[in-house]
């Protein structure tokens, strides 16, 4: 069965770091792209970061929101089967609840920050962020 668990979120001041995991069962996540969604109340799911699957030479190549551009990292630990957010820096407009997801056929990033959350056929449960002002 595969699943994706997220971790790491929490409540933290203006300010602040938080670096939320995403852990993989049942498929290897250095194969898939990995893309870190975010839902506000009241809005959209938005992709705000991407790293891509090993394919061919083309590996690790990351994207970001304009919005958290040069705030957050995305990151793997392969031997943990891990992609890691590290978010600093956080601001009260970053709370909300992140997923990470993964689609078979999406290795690339390609058209990120563009690719919509109904395209995804794999997430994780959610781990709440709450920043505080």
């Known amino acids: 069965q595969v699943q994706l668990v997220e971790s790491g979120g929490g409540l933290v001041q203006a300010g602040g770091s938080l670096r939320l995991s995403c852990t993989a069962s049942g498929l290897t996540l250095d194969t898939h792209a990995v893309v870190w969604f975010r839902q506000a109340p009241g809005k959209a799911r938005e992709g705000i970061s991407c790293?891509?699957?090993?394919?061919?030479?083309?590996?690790?190549?990351?994207r970001y929101r304009d919005s958290v551009k040069g705030r957050f990292t995305i990151s793997r630990d392969n031997a943990k089967n891990t992609v890691y957010l590290q978010m600093n820096n956080l601001k009260p407009e970053d709370t909300a609840v992140y997923y990470c997801a993964v689609e078979s056929g999406y290795k690339y990033c390609s058209g990120f920050p563009g690719t919509v959350a109904s395209d995804f056929d794999t997430w994780g449960q959610g781990t709440q962020v709450t920043v505080s002002s």
């Open positions: 790293i891509s699957g090993y394919v061919g030479s083309t590996y690790g190549i990351t």
